[in-house]
């Protein structure tokens, strides 16, 4: 039972240390991106935010254990991405100046 058990933890240190020199790679080439033109800015944000994604992907997923936990997961993240939808729309709504709340009444 104790092998077993040592075995597991192995594995188990094993996966971590590969995501941490995964994300550590991963701030090598971002750091590397960083120096190179892509010619336009845009473009330059868009590459680190790629990199920014998958990061924190190997983050979410392995150091908060986010890839075992499905059911519940998707559940709340199915609530956080209808939740904040609704918040953008209010913001977008709020800000257009032909909306119901900066039409002014006249008395």
């Not at 240390?17 to 991106?33: D, E, K, Q, R, S």
Request: net charge positive.
């Amino acid at each position: 039972m104790s092998d077993q058990h040592s075995q597991d933890f192995n594995q188990v240190v094993r996966r971590y240390l590969y995501v941490f020199y995964a994300l550590l790679f991963g701030t090598g080439i971002t750091v590397l991106a960083s120096y190179i033109p892509f010619g336009h800015r845009a473009l330059n944000i868009a590459v680190a935010l790629f990199i920014a994604c998958a990061k924190a992907f190997l983050v979410a997923g392995f150091f908060m254990h986010l890839l075992s936990e499905r059911k519940m997961i998707y559940g709340i993240l199915i609530f956080t991405v209808i939740f904040l939808t609704g918040l953008m729309y209010l913001i977008i709504w709020s800000t257009d100046s032909s909306s119901i709340i900066h039409i002014k009444h006249v008395p």
